[in-house]
Every structure is written in C-alpha cells, then in structure tokens.
C-alpha cells in the first residue's frame, strides 16, 4: 500500500454508477429542511436506522452526515439535536450491508492519531464502506465550546494537510514512526490495524476558495461543492473546473454536488432544501446562510408537508394518500 492511496473500487462505492446518489444531514434533527411543520425530520437513531436500511435497499450510493455541535436556536433550534458522525455511522455500516456512509471530521477540534483509530475501527465495521468528510473550518460559536481558536484561512489548510499527513501515515504500512511539523510533534506513533484491504478509505472535502480547492484535488477522492443555483450549465463548468485542477495534480476526482432543492425528500429522509432566514427558524443570525421569509414560507413549508407527511400517516397508522399532483 502506498501513502496515499485507496482502490478504484473504494472510490467508485463499489458499483459502477456514473451518477452517485446520497443521503445529506439525517443525522441532524430537521435533517436538511429548514421547516416548522411538525412533522419535520426527528434526526432520532431510530429514524436514522430505518432511514439507512431503506436506502441500502433502495440502491442509493452514500449517506453523509453534518457534523455540528449546537443548533441555531429559534422556536425549532433547527439541527439543534445531533448524532456525532463517527458513531453514527459505526452504527449504521454494522447495520447495513452495501452503501458507503461517511463520518464528517473537523480536523481542529480532533488528534489525527485518534481520529485515525477511530476512522479505522468504522472502517473495518463496514467491511471498507467507511468514507470521510474533511471539514477544515467551521462555526466559531461551535468551535468556542471547545475552547479551539480559528486559525486565519490558509493556515487552516496548512493545519489540515499536516493532520492529514500524519493520518494517511498511520494508515500506510509503515509501523513506528516520528513527526515533526509546524503544528504536531508527535512521537512513537503506532496504528494497528491498517485499513480494510490495505488502502485508506475515501476522502472528501468541499473547499470552496482557491486554497481550499486545491487542498481538495490535492488529498481527496471526491470533492463537494455546491450546485449552480443559475443553470445546469454553469453547474457543469464548475464541475469541469475541478476535474481540470485535478488532473493538474496527476489525479482524477469525484465531484459530489449537494442539490438545493429537491421536489421531494426521500420516505422517512430529510430533504436536501435551500436554508433560510426565517426569525422562528432562528437562521437569521448566520450570514452564511442566505435566504428569505417569502421563501420560508411559500417553499420549505409546503415542501416540508408535502414530502413527510405520507411517511408520517404511515408510521401513526394512518391511510397514506397517493393522489397525483396536477
């Protein structure tokens, strides 16, 4: 096994699907639907568990989770309750038997040779299925519960690439071994066992700048970006972009894109809709996330109603109606 390497067949999630389809936030309550309607995803274990072994049969591809530590408040505190990703799916690769399920890891808030044990430990549970999700930077609210400081932007991507270093070491068959850099002096380090199969699993990242694009076509397997909100278009320049970059650096790249709005969320799985601003919602005090109460209103709710409520009649016992929209 080489330092950097996992096998086509890891990359591809052992199907031969061009298009790869997946699953984004059920591990957060609300899931991805930012929505007052009461019958909004749980983001519970129980629904988590039905939800993964629905779409391991369903013949969907991936399930990636959100990793936050508090929600955005409000009368709904959207993702205000959450699975932590590496145990959540630890849980769902043991319970499953086909799709790829990923961990989100910030790297600042976790040692690399920790995260390495634990990523590995997910990994031999799925027979190899496991796949994580990089995230460099992230909330400061959330990252001043620990007590962690951000650092300014592109030395969060140096941090990142020395943690990743150090990981991809532990995962490479070398055994004792000493490191020293600008951010880890790490001494002794021994990691056993290896990966599944002798390759690391599948690395994904979702740099959105020129340093974070690079940092993603540089280490990773797949790279998550957002799609167009314009045309399909100017979704696949972007896409063309990454690729192109890749290929620069002597790699070929996957590229997931998250979609914004989907007519319908999957039964009993949370819909992939564009966040909002809504004051109930408690959105409106993070910049990040742009929207509008007339889009609240008119789209996430009838959205929200729309897709969970047959899966709800279902689960209370109630007639599910399938009439055609016109």
């Not at 309750?81 to 790297?107: D, K």
């Not at 299925?129 to 460099?136: A, D, K, Q, Y």
């Not at 002794?188 to 599944?196: A, E, L, S, T």
């Not at 949370?270 to 109930?280: A, D």
Request: proline share 5%; hydrophobic share 35%.
């Amino acid at each position: 096994m080489t330092l950097d390497a996992t096998t086509p067949e890891r990359a591809a999630m052992y199907n031969g699907n061009r298009l790869k389809i997946g699953l984004f936030g059920s591990n957060c309550s609300s899931g991805r639907a930012v929505t007052m309607v009461p019958e909004r995803w749980s983001g519970s274990w129980a629904d988590n568990l039905k939800l993964a072994r629905m779409a391991d049969d369903a013949g969907l591809d991936f399930m990636l989770p959100i990793a936050r530590w508090k929600g955005y408040g409000g009368d709904t505190d959207y993702q205000g309750a959450t699975l932590e990703t590496l145990t959540w799916a630890s849980g769902l690769l043991a319970s499953t038997r086909r799709i790829t399920v990923f961990g989100t890891v910030h790297a600042p808030l976790f040692n690399p040779v920790i995260a390495a044990k634990e990523i590995v430990t997910a990994d031999h549970i799925g027979g190899g299925r496991f796949g994580l999700n990089l995230v460099v930077g992230w909330n400061e609210g959330e990252f001043e519960m620990f007590g962690v400081e951000q650092r300014e932007h592109e030395a969060r991507y140096e941090y990142a690439q020395e943690w990743l270093d150090v990981m991809k070491t532990i995962w490479s068959p070398k055994q004792d071994f000493d490191f020293e850099g600008r951010f880890f002096s790490l001494k002794g380090i021994r990691g056993k066992p290896k990966p599944v199969g002798g390759a690391r699993p599948l690395i994904m990242n979702a740099g959105a700048s020129d340093t974070g694009r690079a940092f993603a076509v540089r280490n990773c397997d797949a790279f998550f970006l957002q799609a167009s909100r314009v045309s399909t278009e100017e979704t696949a320049g972007f896409v063309s972009k990454a690729k192109e970059l890749a290929r620069t650096h002597g790699r070929e790249i996957g590229v997931h894109r998250r979609r914004s709005h989907l007519p319908a969320h999957p039964p009993g799985g949370p819909g992939l809709l564009s966040p909002c601003h809504s004051r109930q919602c408690g959105f409106r005090r993070h910049r990040q996330h742009p929207g509008d109460e007339e889009h609240h209103a008119r789209d996430q709710r009838a959205r929200g109603v729309r897709a969970a409520a047959p899966l709800l009649r279902q689960r209370h016992g109630r007639p599910v109606n399938h009439r055609r929209r016109r």
